[in-house]
């Protein structure tokens, strides 16, 4: 009975995969066709079942199309997030990033920019992944070479001490890239307030594309903070969660 139904469980897994594939296919043929509003209704379709760099890529370069910065600024990072080593994933990322109205002013400082892109070669589930391993194969090893006392086993110990270190590191890099508290404005033009509602006072206009950190929740509305230290409250439909 449990094998039956087991089966039927899988047998259904598969044929919501596939039809996700099947909408993936459909929405790159109908952007190819240049019917961007089409491929966008497919790549949503898609997104409910197919989590890929792909598909993110694919249809934040939609979006763009539709003129919807915000939602291919969300769909950039997604992609980013899935795999860091794609080229056309980054170019794209920030070419939308200087394309957008609010652009950062501050110049960045390239021993961070050096740094953060070294802790990032890894993919966020790697370095999760091979943060666990190394750390049990540190400890593994470490105890074998307490009960067998000899020095090359030690320095084994320390080597994979040494690349936990690194992986912990980019976990937490990664961590922050992908907090679900990182938001993105997808209205073309926002008024960020002193206060949760419309009666407070004025602080900042922001528009669509900005990405921003969500800090505080009250009711409908969202206390933001942009890079740069400005921000303010607005309306939470103003926004879309990058990592929800």
Do not use: C
Not at 87 to 108: H, S, V
């Amino acid at each position: 009975m449990f094998l039956a139904l087991g089966l039927v469980l899988a047998l259904v897994t598969a044929a919501h995969a596939a039809t996700g594939q099947e909408y993936f296919q459909e929405a790159n043929q109908a952007y190819e066709a240049g019917d961007f509003g089409r491929a966008l209704l497919y790549y949503d379709s898609a997104a409910t079942s197919v989590r890929s760099p792909s598909l993110f890529y694919n249809r934040g370069n939609a979006q763009f199309k539709l003129g919807s910065i915000g939602r291919a600024v969300a769909d950039y990072n997604r992609a980013y997030i899935l795999d860091p080593s794609d080229a056309d994933i980054r170019q794209n990322l920030e070419f939308i990033r200087a394309y957008r109205p609010d652009k950062m002013l501050a110049i960045p400082n390239p021993i961070v920019q050096f740094l953060t892109s070294l802790l990032r070669l890894p993919d966020l589930g790697t370095a999760k992944l091979a943060n666990g391993l190394l750390f049990l194969f540190a400890l593994l090893v470490l105890a074998l070479g307490l009960v067998l006392r000899l020095r090359p086993v030690y320095w084994i110990a320390i080597g994979l001490g040494v690349l936990w270190l690194y992986s912990t590191a980019s976990w937490v890099s990664w961590a922050a890239e992908a907090s679900p508290n990182k938001a993105v404005v997808v209205v073309p033009e926002l008024t960020l307030r002193s206060g949760p509602g419309e009666e407070y006072k004025d602080i900042v206009i922001v528009h669509d594309g900005l990405e921003v950190a969500i800090r505080s929740r009250r009711g409908k509305y969202v206390l933001v903070q942009a890079p740069g230290g400005e921000g303010g409250w607005a309306e939470e439909s103003s926004f879309e969660q990058i990592f929800p």
